[in-house]
T-cell receptor, first 114, second 112 residues
Framework: DVKVTQSSRYLVKRTGEKVFLECVQD?????MFWYRQDPGLGLRLIYF???????EKGDIPEGYSVSREKKERFSLILESASTNQTSMYLC?????????????FGPGTRLLVL | GESVGLHLPTLSVQEGDNSIINCAYS??????FIWYKQESGKGPQFIID?????DKRQGQRVTVLLNKTVKHLSLQIAATQPGDSAVYFC???????????FGKGTRLSVIA
């Protein structure tokens, strides 16, 4: 079974803090993704990576950055957290791109920025 | 169906009945579709997928139907159980190497 783990289930941070969200997958997947999920807005893609040290912007990259130093790990960074970044953050990975790109998700990190 | 604004469409079904959850897509180049189930407090889980060269695919208690003419996808759940209560998302691959695009989801509520 594919396992995608996220470092924290719940996180509370203050405005202006630097926040790191870590994601690890154990299936040697090439592709990794970060989403945020807000009520009524569904899943919105923040950043994705198709290879180590590569990253591409998704639909809402502003206020975020990412790091992919190792194949199995994809980190999401909030340089200076703001209250509008309070959300559920979901990490996913996939083996393939395009046809049959099935993404497997972690359990999510619920972030509250005060 | 797809949500509009802040409210997620909700489908309420009696336990034991069949459920049908719908999804419309707009891109005629989309060639691969997936249904996900998300239970409260968890990440989305893969349920079933279908390629655009098929119009029906069956799994265990679930069937996905694809109508490319009207760009419509549906998920049918047979003999719905309380454990099926969740939010269901469709996702589509729009061709090439672009990431999946997700719908906003439908909440399925099973009445015991």
């Amino acid at each position: 079974d594919v396992k995608v783990t996220q470092s924290s289930r719940y996180l509370v941070k203050r405005t202006g803090e630097k926040v790191f969200l870590e994601c690890v997958q154990d299936m040697d997947h090439e592709n990794m993704f970060w989403y945020r999920q807000d009520p009524g807005l569904g899943l919105r893609l923040i950043y994705f990576s198709y290879d180590v040290k590569m990253k591409e912007k998704g639909d809402i990259p502003e206020g975020y950055s990412v790091s992919r130093e190792k194949k199995e790990r994809f980190s999401l960074i909030l340089e200076s957290a703001s209250t509008n970044q309070t959300s559920m953050y979901l990490c996913a990975s996939s083996l393939f791109r395009g046809l049959q790109e099935t993404q497997y998700f972690g359990p999510g990190t619920r972030l509250l920025v005060l | 169906g797809e949500s509009v604004g802040l409210h997620l469409p909700t489908l309420s079904v009696q336990e034991g009945d069949n459920s049908i959850i719908n999804c419309a897509y707009s891109n005629s180049a989309s060639d691969y579709f997936i249904w996900y189930k998300q239970e409260s407090g968890k990440g989305p889980q893969f349920i079933i997928d279908i390629r655009s060269n098929m119009d029906k695919r069956q799994g265990q208690r679930v069937t996905v139907l694809l109508n490319k003419t009207v760009k419509h996808l549906s998920l049918q759940i047979a003999a719905t159980q309380p454990g099926d209560s969740a939010v269901y998302f469709c996702a589509e691959n729009r061709g090439g190497n672009t990431p999946l695009v997700f719908g906003k989801g439908t909440r399925l509520s099973v009445i015991a």
